[in-house]
């Protein structure tokens, strides 16, 4: 069975870092994208940023700001999202994902976790 589990997620002040963890099973993940996703309250599900299946290109939406990193360990099956000086507008839930296709679009992920909770307060 496949899985994506993301895990690091919590409640954090303005200023502060968090590093999420997406473990991957089932399946080796090398040659695809991972994603990560985020959906905050009331708003639509959007991209965060990405790490290439081919090598460590990583690429990030503008809101990112150079605040946030991601990385890939050696075995290729887990995914970490580093963000730092954290904003109260980072708060929601984030999803990690695996793309066959390197993308922004949520569309092209044809596996994803179930979330982890990231709560920033000002």
């Known amino acids: 069975q496949v899985q994506l589990v993301e895990s690091g997620g919590g409640s954090v002040q303005a200023g502060d870092s968090l590093t999420l963890s997406c473990k991957t099973t089932?399946?080796?993940?090398?040659?695809?994208?991972m994603g990560w996703f985020r959906q905050g309250p009331g708003k639509e599900r959007e991209f965060v940023g990405l790490i290439s299946g081919w090598g460590p290109t990583t690429y990030f939406a503008d809101f990112v700001k150079g605040r946030f990193t991601i990385a890939r360990d050696s075995d290729w099956d887990t995914v970490y999202l580093q963000m730092n000086s954290l904003e109260p507008e980072d708060t929601g839930v984030y999803y990690c994902a695996a793309s066959s296709t390197q993308s922004t679009q949520a569309a092209q992920y044809q596996f994803w976790g179930q979330g982890t909770q990231v709560t920033v307060s000002s």
């Open positions: 089932g399946r080796t993940f090398r040659n695809y994208a």
